[in-house]
């Protein structure tokens, strides 16, 4: 996984509550294999109309925000379904942080292990960038991960992020490299666990 | 004197291999896969690694489950290549599947508590949100990305950050004709789409000690739309009673060490949450979504919320775009909201209980509404043949077909057309949730049958003067 310290990119204010991972990436792209272009289907049904023609009113289709790397939302981003693929589409689009005043547990689990940051701050806090953003298009925005803070022009915030999360981003850090160092552990744990609960093996196990 | 513990500490407790950087490594109990899981797979192949542990592993075909014409081939090949691909990753594997020719196929969320893989105390995961169901049984479930699966199906393990405990408690007693679904839209509406972020669930008191499994499988399925990371309700008599005799629940001297477990799986006296809420069960009536977000939920006796009425302007903005998509007025009656069509089904609200409750208000009626009957699983199927709930589903007009996920999520191409209106026994009221441009409406799966006979929403206690 990449590792993630520092971005400064456009940012596309998305100024809206409960954008569920349904419309982060629809249903019926979860068939597409991982080869770099989710990034095609990426808010699909926000971002294009029924004969597949850009809607000129959604944010990522105005010209100043098309190469963003950075979104700011409202309320509860990325709710609901578990499908990783809303985060290769956030990924693939070119996106590596999104900053919401909350977010699906699921989905923060998932960006944490592709290198995409959830940048956690208050409502007013999400709500001023987006004004600010929104009155100039193309300030350009920062966020440090060392230091948690994002900087757009004169605004200057801490976002919150879960430590484990955080070391996890700037690390980079492999999970199976991780767990397989704790191989002992684990195979002592399943002894003991085998002896103390037999019952929790499925009856028919063989 | 120890510090009082909640079920949800205990079960965490039970489960950690070793602590990290504020993460801890917990051993997984059960791993149910299915046909979304294919990236994991993928992942595995690429390393040339197997799964860890194939008898704790189990597959299902839902997702994409054909609910008609099961007998021959899959017409549509991507969807047929959906489930073979699933078919060949179980065969590979070694893993035990459940697949679309299985007697015991259905809704991974139905099957493992009906086969009895789902067991109190166990820590359960799978590749989709809605496993917080099987918290029902007192046991720690939740849905994982597919890195996460990939993890698992590696190592039987999983990294997590020990979420905060909450405890939801309701008391008294739900009026008749209400159910789980009910309670659960009441409690979404009560505390937030995000209100559960974060944190463990325990739900409690006496209208939860009174529900059934079907009923506490609901609830806890619905635990996820109220943003927890998973929901729960402490093992008892109802719960051991579900599990007697399921194939792969433990059964003679294995199942005596197991009650002696799963008896001591309770929050103790004293136990300190991190939040709590209560809601009063009387004062329920039954609730239905008129918006695109589970939170979107008011009693049917209820009006469209009015924008112009709202003091907040970013929610009036979000309410204004709802009714936008949804096609609503401002301010009308919600038992004036006129629909096209009906769906009964999902791992929310298609368990036995659910199509009876249906089937209850169906009963020598007519739909005024095309619709679509999915069980929860081919076992659920079998069972309502046998008390002839097909035949009053087909008498009122309804198509009774195979079980999956079906127009919950609409990938197995059983889909609601654009700006269609649906009464939805399901979990998700999102945008194009159930296809392009669908309008959904969450209910319970009697108020659904409600509004099927009556071509609107409708509240199902006036359908049932001198019904019983």
Known sequence: MEKFTRIEATACPLPAENIDTDQILPARYLKLPRKGEHGKVLFHDLRFDAAGRERPDFPLNRPGWRNAGIIVSGRNFGGGSSREAAVYALYDYGVRCVIASSFGDIFSQNATKNGLLTALVSEPESGALVAALTRETALAVTVDLESQSIVCGPLRYKFTIDPARRTRLLNGWDDFDVTNSFHDQIAAFKAADRKARPWALPSQAR | ?468
């Open chain 2, 1 to 468: 004197m120890t510090t009082p513990l909640t079920l949800f500490d205990k079960l965490w407790a039970r489960h950690e291999i070793v602590q990290r950087d504020g993460e801890s490594l917990l051993w997984v109990d059960r791993h149910y896969v299915h046909e979304g899981s294919f990236h994991a797979f993928s992942r595995l192949a690429e390393r040339g690694a197997a799964v860890a542990e194939p008898e704790l592993t189990f597959g299902v075909a839902d997702h994409y489950a054909p609910t008609r014409g099961r007998g021959g081939p899959i017409a549509n090949f991507e969807i047929a290549r959906m489930v073979s691909q699933l078919e060949k990753n179980a065969a590979d594997q070694d893993i035990t599947l459940f697949g679309l020719k299985d007697r015991r196929q259905g809704i991974v969320h139905v099957v493992g508590p009906e086969l009895g893989l789902t067991l109190p105390g166990l820590l359960i995961v799978c590749g989709d949100s809605h496993t917080s169901t099987h918290g029902a049984f007192g046991a720690f479930a939740f849905g994982i990305g597919a890195s996460e699966v990939a993890h698992v199906l590696m190592t039987q393990t999983l990294w997590q950050k020990k979420p905060k405990r909450m405890r939801i408690t309701a008391d008294g007693g739900l009026a008749e004709g209400l159910g789980a679904k009910d309670l659960a839209l009441a409690i979404i509406a009560k505390i937030g789409a995000d209100g559960a972020a974060g944190h463990a669930i325990e739900f409690a008191g006496s209208a939860i000690r009174a529900l059934s499994m079907e009923g506490r499988m609901t609830l806890c399925n619905m635990a996820i739309e109220a943003g927890g990371r998973c929901g729960m309700v402490a093992p008892d008599a109802t719960t051991f009673d579900y599990l007697k005799c399921r194939e792969f629940a433990p059964k003679g001297d294995a199942l005596d060490m197991a009650m002696q477990d799963w008896t001591g799986l309770t929050s103790d006296s004293g136990a300190q949450f991190d939040r709590e809420v209560s809601i009063d069960a009387t004062a329920i009536a039954p609730f239905i979504t008129w918006g695109t977000s589970p939170e979107d939920a008011l009693p049917i006796d209820g009006n469209i919320p009015d924008p112009g009425r709202e003091q907040n302007p970013e929610r009036a903005k979000y309410i204004q775009g709802a009714l936008d998509y949804m096609g609503l007025e401002p301010g009308g009656k919600l038992t004036d909201i006129v629909i096209d069509r009906v769906f009964i089904g999902s791992c929310t609200n298609a368990r036995i209980e659910d199509l009876r409750a249906a089937a209850a208000v169906l009963a020598d009626r007519v739909s005024k509404v095309p619709g679509l009957v999915s069980p929860g699983s081919s076992s659920v199927k079998r069972q309502a043949e046998q008390e002839g709930l097909d035949r009053v589903f087909c008498d009122a007009g309804l198509e009774w077909a195979d079980s999956g996920c079906s127009m919950c999520v609409g990938i197995n191409g059983d889909l609601v057309a654009e700006g269609e209106r649906c009464a939805s026994t399901t979990n998700r009221n999102f945008r194009g949730r159930q296809g392009v441009g669908a309008r959904t409406h969450l209910m319970s799966p009697a108020m659904v049958a409600a509004a099927a006979v009556c071509g609107h929403l409708a509240d199902v206690r006036s359908l049932m003067v001198g019904k019983n």
